[in-house]
C-alpha cells in the first residue's frame, strides 16, 4: 500500500488564488502537477543562462557544410 502525501491545501490555496491570482474555478482545475510548476516548486534545472549558452555552444558547435563541398 502506497503511503499518502500529505498536502498542505491551505498553503496551496493560498500561494495559487493570492500569489498567481486563480479564480477558485481556475485553481480546482489545476493538477497538482501543474500547481508545481505555476509555482515553480520543481526547478531542479536553472533556467538557461549566458554562460550555459556558451558552455552549450563550445561543447556543441554547430557543424556548417557548405553544399558545393562534399562531406
Given at each position: 500500500m502506497?503511503?499518502?502525501v500529505m498536502l498542505d491545501w491551505p498553503a496551496?490555496?493560498?500561494?495559487g488564488m493570492l500569489g498567481l491570482r486563480l479564480t477558485p474555478?481556475?485553481?480546482w482545475q489545476l493538477t497538482p502537477a501543474e500547481l508545481r510548476l505555476m509555482l515553480n516548486l520543481d526547478a531542479g534545472t536553472p533556467p538557461m543562462?549566458?554562460?550555459r549558452l556558451s558552455h552549450?555552444?563550445?561543447q556543441f558547435p554547430d557543424q556548417?557544410?557548405?553544399v558545393n563541398q562534399p562531406e
Open positions: 502506497n503511503r499518502a496551496l490555496m493560498r500561494a474555478r481556475e485553481f543562462d549566458r554562460d552549450l555552444m563550445t556548417i557544410n557548405d
